[in-house]
């Protein structure tokens, strides 16, 4: 946001700040979304690079494809524990993982 716009919103009485202020989220807990985030992300290039629907992905994962669509959306129900388990099922390495995340 420019400087003359957050300046404007700020004059008519809005605060203006960032996502984790407004959340009252510590450092912690922003990183952890952060990288719930990009394991999603990965999940989702992995699966369009090796050409699969989600339904297809979901019948590899033995889930459902509204289960592999939460993945690929970060939905809070889906533990990162998931997505790593996920993204190896597909043939991911460690170390792809690890750039995925960094």
Request: charged share 35%; hydrophobic share 40%; no cysteine.
């Amino acid at each position: 946001m420019d400087k003359r716009k957050k300046k404007d919103l700020e004059s008519k009485g809005y605060k203006v700040g960032s996502v984790d202020e407004f959340l009252g989220l510590s450092p912690d807990e922003s990183d952890y979304i952060e990288l719930k985030l990009a394991l999603s992300e990965a999940l989702a290039k992995l699966r369009k690079k090796s050409n699969l629907t989600q339904a297809q992905l979901a019948k590899q994962l033995k889930s459902s494809q509204s289960r592999v669509a939460k993945m690929e959306k970060g939905d809070p129900t889906v533990s990162v524990d998931l997505l790593i388990k996920s993204m190896l099922a597909m043939g991911a390495d460690k170390k792809s993982i690890a750039r995925a995340i960094a």
